[in-house]
């Protein structure tokens, strides 16, 4: 392999209000190589791209090509581009009602005597698209070109404006096999040609199919650098995570035993349920008792599956059971009064009344399920918002406090307190101890134990691998909006699951 270094991004960093969305980031691209930045949602990807193509200012850092003394920088993406480094993104820059042969050279046509000179266009552009084998004619409109034939020509009229270093931001996440497998022809082709490829993909497999090197990022810090070889995909998938697999002591559960296995029909069972676009149909039972855990990447439908479930988002094939009858959930308050609970990932937007008092968030489920002909006594309201403030140890100085004055922690208490009043059978938790402190998230463990001891069936979401193995008797891995397996007893242990979430392993081929 040529080892010539062509970019290096040194000690990158980048803030937004609030966000460190980049700390010290290191970044090396070597000529003709295939470089895989890698990292689940909100890692940085993106940030990093945009701080070397000029769309964002560098804060702290520096950005070399071709290890020259000089730092340059780009203050445009115009910028970054004379200097050799230009972007495809998913969403191809072009323009749909010109043709291919215009497309490629927008803005730079050959001219004679002043006047764009077409058959030289068209000529340069047969030329090009033949050299890099795209099947396409100059003459075409580039409306009519398949979404993968379109971002071949931004690659194609990026790399005839001599561009070094070339980025591609999740271009495959619209493609078929097919089409990917040709765009990887094409990369491997500029590979060979000495261009240096920065690719962002949250395919896995593809990277091990393309990628020489790769590089991780996690919450805007960089992790490390490595050979594609040297790292196998449960190490990629843990580093991503943050997990470390050489000190991965097997966590027993501290699930006590089931007394509830007698139960034969399952409180929620789902059956090729599914929702275009977010999650594929699956297959889901959970008896009384149970804490099913979800696990997968940020994004790999953990919370759509349970949207899904609830109503939240209403399924478009397959049907769900409660209690072994078949349930018609069109929206959330009709899985409520079947005795459904759920406490949703984006407390602040979804979940917590800012201008209501304690009191008021906790009753307010129980409210809207009993229907406003049925109103609370003030009495009532009272004894139950002291009941579940004391049960879960809320932090307020009283139950008429605004809720927006309390910690996040007891926030989410809140809303724990409000779903346990209504006393669902089964109750959703998506990632309740985000964000909290460590002692409430303890305590918040505990009472899910507690309460799937008093026969509740719970699904339990945490981005936490390790307090998932000790909460829950099973757990659902999930990957592209797909569930990819299901595991228990034995197989609830942190190696299993990370080699799950990674898929390709031995197991599934
Ligand atoms: P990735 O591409 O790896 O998913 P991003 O680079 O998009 O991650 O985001 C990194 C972090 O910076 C995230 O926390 C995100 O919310 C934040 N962020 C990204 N762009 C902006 C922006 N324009 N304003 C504020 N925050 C941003
Ligand atoms: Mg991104």
Known sequence: MNQKILLTMKDISKSFPGVLALQHVQFTLRKGEIHALMGENGAGKS??????????????????????????????????????????????????????????????????????????????????????????????????????????????????????????????????????????????????????????????????????????????????????????????????????????????????????????????????????????????DIRKGEVVGLTGLLGSGRSEMVRVLYGADRPDCGKLMVRGRKAKISKPLDAMKLGMGYLPENRQRDGIIAELSVRENIIIALQAKRGMCRLMSRREMDEAADRYIDLLQIKTAGRETPVKSLSGGNQQKVIIGRWLLTHPDYLILDEPTRGIDIGTKTAIQKLVLSLADQGMAVTFISAEVEEMLRTCSRMLVLRDGRKVGELSGDELNQETVMQTIAGGGEDDG
């Open 47 to 284: 940030t990093l791209i945009k701080v070397l193509t000029g769309v964002y200012q560098l804060e702290s850092g520096e950005i070399r090509m071709d290890g020259a003394a000089r730092p340059i920088v780009n203050h445009s993406p115009q910028e970054a581009q004379a200097n050799g480094i230009s972007t495809v993104y998913q969403e191809v820059n072009l323009c749909p009602n010109l043709t291919v042969a215009e497309n490629l050279f927008l803005g730079r046509e050959p001219r004679r005597f002043g006047m764009i000179d077409w058959k030289t266009m068209n000529r340069k552009s047969e030329a090009l698209l033949k050299s890099l084998e795209i099947p396409v004619a100059p003459a075409a409109m580039l409306e009519e070109c398949s979404l993968a034939i379109q971002q071949m020509i931004a690659i194609a009229r990026a790399v005839d404006m001599r561009c070094k270093v070339l980025i591609l931001d999740e271009p495959t996440s619209s493609l078929d096999d097919d089409e990917v497998e040709k765009l990887f022809a094409l990369m491997r082709k500029l590979k060979a040609e000495g261009v240096g490829i920065l690719f962002v993909t949250h395919f896995l497999e593809q990277v091990y199919a393309v990628c020489d090197r790769i590089t991780v990022l996690r919450n805007g810090g960089f992790v490390g650098e490595y050979e594609t070889k040297d790292l196998p995909r449960v190490m990629l998938v843990a580093k991503m995570l943050g997990k470390d697999l050489d000190d991965l002591a097997e966590i027993k559960s501290a699930h006590s035993e089931h007394r509830f296995e007698e139960e034969k029909v399952p409180v929620i069972s789902a059956r090729q349920l599914g929702h275009r676009g977010t999650i594929k149909p699956f297959d889901l």
